[in-house]
């Protein structure tokens, strides 16, 4: 974002408020905001945290909602009842979802990574910006979890990583269908199961989202993902002898697991302090997502 804007988020305590509010912020704009859990005195740590970060919070009571030049962002969902809500439509204030606002950001960037799937988004996000991170490749990352690679004592809630915004990695949501809105060069299908809507209705905005990635990185252990693996633009991942990136020898440990990392004629050790053949395949995606965006 050149222009400096000011943005009031409601319910910025949520886990896909707070972190796309840290990333506008750390681009010079002013970030205010509102949160029931806030006005009732619930997770008080985490907006003492987002007060040090310079972010305005207010009673959910229109407070905190002043100027029709403000961009009023909050869940499509949430009732115009809300005080904010009556305030921001009162004035004017142009209004935003979370996905509006993240895929704008997203579409923007040049390298632009989207990570989507019934399970495991959030750690195969967290994954890809850590090693993006270690590269040097300075990415901001949108998630919906704390990534805990890149939390510690003054950073506890590190859903987000903002950095350069030409590098773009984002946890992406098929449950409203938002996943439609972005724009990936690399897309991530980590698995498809029946949640939130059919499976049919699933493969379809899971496989239009694949199609129109440069490089679409897809599950070939996965019977419901299967139909994608067909694109011309697929890299499968998995322990599927078939696949393009794929494990061998998963060992468990007390500690984590190893396994042996196939690609082409290469083969290449994998540790992980994470357990389970679950992780061991959402690092393949990762690892192959990376490798499609550049990342030796």
Known sequence: ?????????????????????????????EVRGSDRSLDQGRIAGKFEWLAKQGVGLFAQDGSGVTDPEQVFVASAAIESS?????KAEGLGCTRMTRADLNAGLFNA??????????????????????????????????????MRN??????????????DPRCYISEVDESDGSIAQYQPTVAVV?????????????????????????????NADDPHSAPLLAGGNVTSFGFNENAD????D???????????????????????????????????????ACQASGIE
């Not at 698995?191 to 490089?215: M, P, V, Y």
């Not at 990136?245 to 061998?248: E, S, T, Y």
């Not at 994998?270 to 393949?284: I, Q, T």
Request: proline share 5%; net charge positive.
């Open 190 to 218: 980590t698995n498809i199961s029946l949640d939130h809507k059919s499976l049919d209705e699933l493969r379809a905005l899971f496989g239009d989202f694949a199609g129109k990635a440069q490089r679409a990185i897809i």
């Open 82 to 86: 809300v005080p904010d809500v009556a």
């Open 109 to 146: 960037a040049e390298k632009r990574i989207g990570v989507g799937g019934t399970s495991g988004k959030s750690t195969v996000t967290g994954m890809i910006g850590w090693i993006m991170h270690k590269a040097g490749e300075r990415p901001t990352v949108m998630n919906g979890a704390v």
């Open 150 to 163: 890149f939390s510690g004592p003054d950073n506890p809630f590190a859903s987000a990583l903002a950095g």
């Open 1 to 29: 974002m050149k222009d400096t804007k000011r943005y009031f988020f409601c319910g910025i305590g949520g886990s896909g408020m707070l972190p796309l509010a840290m990333i506008v912020r750390a681009s010079g704009n």
């Open 250 to 288: 998963f060992v468990p440990l007390v500690d984590g697991c190893t396994a042996t990392v196939v690609i082409g004629e290469r083969s290449l050790p994998l540790r992980l302090s994470m357990p389970g053949r679950h992780n061991v395949a959402n690092a393949l995606a990762a690892i192959a």
């Open 245 to 248: 990136v794929r494990a061998l």
